[in-house]
């Protein structure tokens, strides 16, 4: 079980928004900001967002992030095909059971109907 | 610019040591962190734990602590995940990143680990 929880899966015809959640607790998203991650099938994750919502050059507007204490969210606008993925969100965790280690959230499957 | 260059695909059967490689470029190696991420077959991300790889200064996760050991040669930019003997259940792909600040900005391609009988 992750400590970061996200819906399992979001889908949406092309053209048309998804909003993908991570809710954490004190220990980690109440504390430290939040990033996403991108990983297309049979590639390796990519960095898609960062300090909850600032984009890494050549990722598109399309990507929007927020953080309110201790949820973040993850909007795509204009869904299109080539963003069907899984979408991992992360961050610092100070508790015990996680050593004091970055974590992630079990990942959400964008589907593009 | 950054790269991080990992070795390649491993089969390996139970019982059986290991130790795989990523190589970073493009940047100040030494000035950084590494994390090593497993993804084993149709699951998400898991982070196994982070070496500094100025002083070698790591970090496990506590569920991975013991099993495996991370490491790192400044000298040569590498930084190290390593096995003393291997089960099934280390099938996996595993992938290193570089952690900078409150990001993993930068992966590997991936080294996919079967261990097999």
């Known amino acids: 079980q992750s400590v970061l929880t996200q819906p399992p899966s979001v889908s949406a015809a092309p053209g048309q928004n998804v909003i993908i959640s991570c809710s954490g607790s004190?220990?980690?998203?109440?504390?430290?900001?939040a990033s996403w991650y991108q990983q297309v099938p049979g590639t390796a994750p990519k960095l898609l967002m960062y300090?909850?919502?600032q984009r890494p050059s050549g990722i598109p507007d399309r990507f929007s992030g927020s953080k309110s204490g201790t949820s973040a969210t993850l909007a795509i606008t204009g869904l299109q095909p080539g963003d069907e993925a899984d979408y991992y969100c992360?961050?610092?965790?100070?508790?015990?059971?996680?050593?004091?280690?970055?974590?992630f959230g079990g990942g959400t499957k964008v589907t593009v109907l | 610019d950054v790269q991080l260059v990992q070795s390649g695909a491993e089969v390996k059967k139970p019982g059986d040591s290991l130790k795989i490689s990523c190589n970073g470029s493009?940047?100040?190696?030494?000035?950084?962190?590494i994390a090593w991420v497993r993804q084993k077959p149709g699951k998400g991300l898991e982070l196994m734990g982070t070496?500094?790889?100025?002083?070698?200064?790591?970090r496990y996760r506590p569920s991975f602590e013991g099993r495996v050991t991370i490491s790192a040669d400044k000298s040569i930019n590498s930084a190290y995940l390593q096995w003393r003997s291997l089960e099934a259940s280390d099938t996996a792909m595993y992938y290193c990143?570089?952690?900078?600040?409150?990001?993993?900005?930068?992966w590997g391609q991936g080294s996919l680990v079967t261990v097999s009988s």
């Open positions: 493009g940047y100040t190696f030494s000035d950084s962190w």
């Open positions: 004190s220990s980690n998203l109440g504390s430290s900001s």
């Open positions: 992360g961050t610092w965790d100070t508790s015990l059971s996680s050593g004091g280690n970055w974590v």
């Open positions: 300090e909850n919502s």
């Open positions: 070496i500094f790889a100025g002083d070698s200064d790591t």
């Open positions: 990143a570089r952690l900078d600040g409150g990001r993993l900005d930068h």
